[in-house]
């Protein structure tokens, strides 16, 4: 048996959001809240179809790496980052989904250095996710070199053309009617995802029922006034805009047969 980490399920005031939201900790063997023992701390960020709860056997894992010494004590945290009414906000600020970046950034680190015995320095703050969870500890961890001097990004969308490619025989075939191809967020979750990073990077809000601009028009054909807006979140965008004394240590992967078509993506990135 491993050692036990606890863990706890609460929720804080988002100010960024004007809500209550989640969030699960970890919380390793031989935490004491009135200790002298302060830890680093990971802020994990779930995918698409996930939220605060997910990715379970990581506490396993964790207690694993403590036990065996091959990690230090750590304390993990896990926001929720879903966003009605679509699948997940990408921890992007979005007048439609609401300021989800700012909610990750400001308000989750500093309930957690209000509350819990982590270290408040960049050096000890870690930023990991997987999937859109992934893209959200990237593009935060490039934006922010400030917060986080470490970042991991687990089988994420980080090269937004390649993405394009890559996703759009997934997302035709929930449209076999098409063309014309009338989008809907319900017709499968190629879809679903579309809607949500339209809802993040190109939220309209006197465009109803839906409320976003699509980079898509019903033959399928890009619209580049819409695609101009997503390549401005495009993780490239980001690395590029990096200090070059920024300090800021990188690691991605993912699977070579990713069912999302990261794949390619991940290598696009590490490249550019």
């Given at each position: 048996s491993y050692a036990q980490g606890t863990v706890i399920e609460t929720s804080f005031y988002s100010a960024a959001l004007g809500s209550d939201r989640l969030v699960q900790i970890y919380l390793p063997e031989g935490y004491d809240p009135v200790g002298s023992i302060d830890y680093p701390v990971i802020y994990f960020l779930h995918g698409a179809l996930d939220d605060h709860t997910g990715y379970p056997f990581i506490i396993d894992i964790l207690d694993s790496l403590i036990e065996n010494q091959i990690i230090e004590s750590v304390i993990v945290v896990k926001p929720d980052g879903r966003s009605a009414p679509y699948l997940?906000?990408?921890?992007t600020n979005s007048i439609l989904n609401g300021a989800f970046e700012d909610y990750i950034i400001n308000d989750l680190v500093d309930f957690v250095e209000a509350n819990y015995r982590v270290i408040p320095t960049r050096e000890k703050r870690y930023l990991m996710g997987h999937s859109a969870g992934a893209y959200g500890s990237m593009t935060l961890g490039l934006k922010r070199p400030d917060i986080s001097a470490r970042l991991a990004a687990h089988s994420g969308t980080l090269e937004y053309n390649v993405?394009?490619?890559?996703?759009?025989?997934?997302l035709l075939a929930e449209y076999p009617a098409g063309p014309p191809y009338y989008w809907n967020p319900a017709a499968g979750f190629f879809s679903g995802v579309f809607f949500s990073l339209g809802a993040a990077f190109?939220?309209?809000?006197?465009?109803?029922?839906y409320f976003v601009d699509l980079p898509l028009d019903t033959p399928a054909n890009i619209i580049d006034s819409v695609w101009d807006k997503w390549l401005l979140h495009n993780p490239p965008t980001y690395a590029a805009m990096l200090p070059p004394n920024s300090d800021l240590a990188i690691y991605f992967d993912c699977g070579t047969m990713d069912e999302m078509g990261c794949y390619p993506q991940n290598t696009a990135f590490a490249a550019s």
């Open positions: 997940v906000s990408w921890y993405m394009l490619v890559a996703a759009f025989p997934y190109s939220p309209n809000l006197t465009n109803p029922p």
